[in-house]
């Protein structure tokens, strides 16, 4: 699965860290509205984040993870979730800017390490340390840490804006 093919048009975000929100104004939910795509996630049991899911069992995904179809997995509360090489190439396809993924730390350090022009916004309170699992991705210059504080006005406005100057992309005229 190393040399996965890119379109020079399109980026690869992941999202991570401890600091969620529901909020309209949440980076992942603004990215989904520039063109981003977040694609289905398989779950052997149980969810972990509000993507989209497809339920497999233990077996198939053995089977699939054998035959290098998965790109990330990882296990939670008794079960294996993550994504699979064809629904992140859907993602893609389907995509206007590329695929975003929203997920723990340990799927976007595979992601990262399979597919080098990924980029890992890591947002945690200052206090917060990163997870171990991203030092590769640290060392490849693939990790991005964005300070955020959850209760200061504008906050994941402020995120936004660092991720889209971080990939290179346009700000929406609503940010001018």
């Known amino acids: 699965m190393v040399g996965i093919q890119i379109p020079n048009s399109k980026r690869i975000v992941c999202i991570t860290g401890s600091v969620w929100t529901g909020s309209r104004s949440a980076p992942r939910r603004l990215l989904v509205k520039e063109g981003f795509v977040r694609p289905t996630w398989f779950t052997t049991s149980r969810r972990i984040t ?11 995904f053995h089977l699939a993870n054998a035959s290098k ?7 939670f509360g008794g079960s294996i979730v993550g994504i699979m090489q064809e629904d992140f190439n859907a993602a893609m396809e389907a995509s206007k800017q590329g695929v975003l993924i929203v997920g723990p730390p340990e ?3 595979q992601v990262a390490g399979k597919i080098s022009e990924a980029v890992i916004f890591s947002l945690k309170d200052k206090q917060m ?6 030092d590769q991705a640290i060392q490849s210059g693939q990790l991005h840490r964005i300070n955020v ?4 006005p504008g906050a994941w406005t402020k995120v936004y804006r660092s991720i889209m100057e971080t990939m290179g992309l346009k700000l929406p005229h609503w940010m001018d």
């Open 50 to 60: 509000d993507a989209n899911y497809r339920r497999t069992s233990l077996s198939n």
């Open 129 to 134: 340390d990163v997870s171990t699992c991203l």
């Open 149 to 152: 504080n959850v209760l200061e």
């Open 69 to 75: 179809k998965v790109l990330s997995h990882t296990k």
């Open 107 to 109: 799927i976007a350090a």
